[in-house]
């Protein structure tokens, strides 16, 4: 019998119970790894998260805190550290739009934005660094967006903190590279989630016509890739994005 490729592994997915991070966080169980699903509000998608992942036991822990707060991020990694004294892999999944064309989009809009795309990810990833050189091993992964390369109308809050998390990735790969730790971004495009459900059939049919393999991604397309980044054998990729996209904006 093959052993799963994360057996053992340490892993921390943000925004971990809906969408694709909920996909990610099982992608990384059905490989043997123990996941902390993080989440800010909603308590019935992390408590729908437990039961119908109940299969994997004690692999699975849920834990409720706000990534754009920077005491709150300190007291998760101190809870964490109480726990295991290792983490291979962080997945910067938490992520929020508000969209409003620039010219009527409120200082709210902007800054809640830029708070929990852009801030969560560099509080998590600077307590992140130290844990990981200890061993000398570890992958942190941006979860960014095609909108950080294409813009997007409509989107410049969360365009321009996906842009960054891409520039994030390449910064701290330059950092950390010899310390054994990789750091890289996926670019997911338009995927099955709730983050679409706004769009009418009309703008998706408009949408499809643009992506060149003429249909919406899966969340297990970016979930495959996010545990590609992670493998041992991926640690030469470093410091760059990956679209998963369908080809839109290539």
Avoid at 124 to 133: E, G, K, N, T, Y
Avoid at 149 to 165: E, P
Avoid at 198 to 219: C, F, H, S, W
Wanted: neutral net charge; contains cysteine; glycine residues 8%.
């Amino acid at each position: 019998m093959t052993m799963a490729r994360f057996h053992d592994w340490k892993v921390v997915v943000t925004g971990g119970t809906r969408g694709i991070g909920r996909g990610v966080v099982e992608c990384f169980l059905q490989e043997g790894a123990h996941v902390v699903a993080t989440y800010n509000k909603n308590e019935q998608e992390a408590n729908l998260l437990r039961e119908q992942l109940s299969e994997y036991g004690n692999h699975l822990f849920l834990e409720k805190f706000d990534v754009s707060n920077s005491q709150d991020v300190k007291e998760f990694y101190k809870r964490y550290e109480e726990r295991w004294d290792r983490l291979d892999v962080l997945v910067n999944n938490a992520g929020i739009t508000s969209d409003q064309v620039t010219a009527l989009m409120t200082d709210d809009e902007w800054k809640r934005v830029l708070n929990i795309n852009l801030d969560g990810t560099f509080f998590m990833s600077r307590a992140a660094i130290p844990l990981m050189m200890r061993n000398r091993f570890g992958r942190i992964i941006h979860m960014s967006s095609i909108s950080g390369k294409m813009g997007m109308s409509g989107q410049v809050n969360y365009s321009a903190t996906k842009a960054a998390q891409v520039a994030m990735a390449q910064v701290m790969a330059k950092e950390v590279g010899k310390k054994g730790i990789t750091v890289n971004a996926v670019c997911p495009g338009f995927i099955e989630t709730d983050m679409i459900a706004y769009m009418t059939d009309e703008q998706k049919r408009a949408v499809l016509n643009e992506i060149p393999v003429r249909r919406l991604g899966k969340v297990s397309d970016v979930a495959n890739v996010v545990t590609f980044l992670a493998l041992r054998e991926s640690a030469y990729i470093t410091g760059t994005s990956i679209d998963v996209s369908g080809g839109l904006g290539s």
